[in-house]
């Protein structure tokens, strides 16, 4: 069974907003930390969001705090990435990544995370 499965991406214009989901099939959802990278050609992976296990803590990158919101819906088991007010910068792979346990101390560091999906892909156009 796949471990985590990502939905949600597709095409907006700028200052437009999209909603990723992830789900964990092959996992059990509540003890995971769960986080979302995006990858462009030619670059590093980012990370862009982190959300504990728990779901009382959320962390961000610089380049979306205030635009994008984390959050997880623990009964019906799925992480949400709600993206407001998307720039052309935003366009990527957007990957969901999970970590058994408490998020690590770097949480933007890839290799910490053990699951990953295979990605949806969000273009944002000018």
């Known amino acids: 069974q796949v471990p985590v499965v990502e939905s949600g991406g597709g095409l907006a214009q700028a200052g437009g907003n999209l909603r990723l989901s992830c789900t964990t099939p092959?996992?059990?959802?509540?003890?995971?930390?769960l986080c979302w990278f995006r990858q462009t050609p030619g670059k590093e992976r980012e990370g862009v969001s982190c959300i504990s296990w728990s779901g009382l803590s959320t962390y961000y990158a610089d380049s979306v705090k205030g635009r994008f919101t984390i959050s997880r819906d623990k009964p019906n088991q799925i992480m949400y990435l709600q993206m407001d007010n998307l720039k052309p910068a935003d366009t990527a792979m957007y990957y969901c990544?999970?970590?058994?346990?408490?998020?690590?101390?770097?949480?933007?560091?890839?290799?910490?995370?053990?699951?990953w999906g295979q990605g949806t892909q969000v273009t944002v156009s000018s």
């Open positions: 990544a999970a970590r058994k346990g408490p998020l690590p101390h770097d949480e933007w560091d890839a290799d910490n995370y053990r699951y």
């Open positions: 092959g996992l059990r959802f509540d003890d995971y930390a």
